[in-house]
């Protein structure tokens, strides 16, 4: 089974920057491809951006392209989420999402098997 562990959000002025950790634990998470979604109050879950296994290639959502950087260092097993110029629309909660054995990168929720807690990421305006 595979362990996921959130940290860094928190609250945020407008144009500011927040950096986001997902720690992983388990079998073949070197292997894994790795998600981070959010959630607002009232809404789907919907996808932020993906990293491949190697951190070769990644994928980010239209609204945050620009703005947010994922990435990845396997040695530590952590993948990172590094968000600037953070809006209001951005306030959500924020989950890390792992698929092991997988080589591409998945945008759907469903594609993913194992999910952390979530962090509360809130931007003020």
């Known amino acids: 089974q595979v362990q996921l562990g959130e940290s860094g959000g928190g609250l945020v002025q407008a144009g500011g920057s927040l950096r986001l950790s997902c720690a992983a634990s388990g079998r073949a998470v070197g292997t894994a491809a790795m998600g981070w979604f959010r959630q607002a109050p009232g809404k789907e879950r919907e996808f932020v951006a993906g990293?491949?296994?190697?951190?070769?290639?990644?994928d980010y959502a239209d609204s945050v392209k620009g703005r947010f950087t994922i990435s990845r260092d396997n040695a530590k097993n952590t993948v990172y989420l590094q968000m600037n110029s953070l809006q209001p629309e951005d306030t959500a909660v924020y989950y890390c999402?792992?698929?092991?054995?997988?080589?591409?990168?998945?945008?759907?929720?469903?594609?993913?098997?194992?999910w952390g807690q979530g962090t509360q990421v809130t931007v003020s305006s």
């Open positions: 990293i491949n296994w190697n951190g070769i290639n990644t």
């Open positions: 999402a792992a698929r092991i054995l997988h080589f591409g990168v998945p945008t759907l929720p469903r594609e993913y098997a194992y």
